[in-house]
């Protein structure tokens, strides 16, 4: 099955949990992916693991952190000229901060909406603009969540972010529809990953 054959992908936040499982599905389909993670070690590991799991040498770490639109524009840019400019884009990467609407920080509050909101936004700006320079129909894909529909406490910070994900996609298709892009936003439920798993022991039951 090689139904990607012929794309170049690009997920952030991808070192391990849902991001690691998109990039695996997509190599595994003969995509040539981008994997970003903050953290080095973790990104070059989850790229060498794929490669290894699908005999092909498809993932690309791509180190740094997407708070930083510098970063994003850098990292877009990057994948254009190795690989080509990108057909599909996740913008995956988020942090959650589980903490009391009365005791959260200006610091707290702003780490979180720069890597989910800023990250995605800026994603999607600098990918967009490749696209239309290559007349690629691209598709941007943002990683909302449940917590964007529904309240959860001690989730204020992090369920805004998520449901501001939602208007960002419908605001970003009314513009970039003109040029064959689509934007959506998915918003999965509680997932079991490495850092779930962490946070809680018991999180599978």
């Given at each position: 099955?090689?139904?990607?054959?012929?794309?170049?992908?690009?997920?952030?936040?991808?070192?391990?949990?849902?991001?690691?499982?998109?990039?695996?599905?997509?190599?595994?389909?003969?995509?040539?992916?981008?994997?970003?993670?903050?953290?080095?070690?973790?990104?070059?590991?989850?790229?060498?693991?794929?490669?290894?799991?699908?005999?092909?040498?498809?993932?690309?770490?791509s180190v740094g952190d997407v708070?930083?639109?510098?970063?994003?524009?850098?990292?877009?840019?990057?994948?254009?000229?190795?690989?080509?400019?990108?057909?599909?884009?996740?913008?995956?990467a988020g942090i959650t901060k589980y903490i009391e609407f009365l005791e959260c920080t200006p610091e707290i509050f702003d780490s979180v909406l720069g890597v989910n909101l800023r990250g995605s936004y800026f994603l999607a700006q600098a990918a967009a603009k490749q696209m239309i320079a290559h007349q690629k129909h691209g598709r941007i894909l943002l990683m909302s969540s449940v917590v964007g529909l529904r309240a959860f406490l001690n989730f204020s910070v992090y369920s805004t972010t998520k449901a501001a994900l939602q208007m960002m996609a419908k605001s970003l298709a009314l513009e970039l529809g003109e040029h064959g892009i689509t934007v959506n936003s998915i918003s999965p439920g509680a997932t079991l990953t490495e850092r779930t798993q962490r946070e809680d022991p018991n999180y599978a039951d």
């Open positions: 099955m090689a139904n990607f054959s012929d794309k170049v992908v690009i997920v952030t936040g991808a070192g391990q949990g849902i991001g690691y499982g998109i990039c695996e599905a997509f190599a595994r389909e003969g995509a040539v992916v981008a994997l970003n993670d903050v953290q080095a070690d973790l990104a070059q590991q989850a790229a060498a693991t794929i490669n290894e799991a699908v005999g092909a040498e498809r993932v690309f770490p708070a930083d639109p510098e970063f994003v524009y850098q990292m877009v840019a990057a994948c254009t000229e190795q690989h080509g400019p990108p057909d599909i884009v996740v913008a995956n």
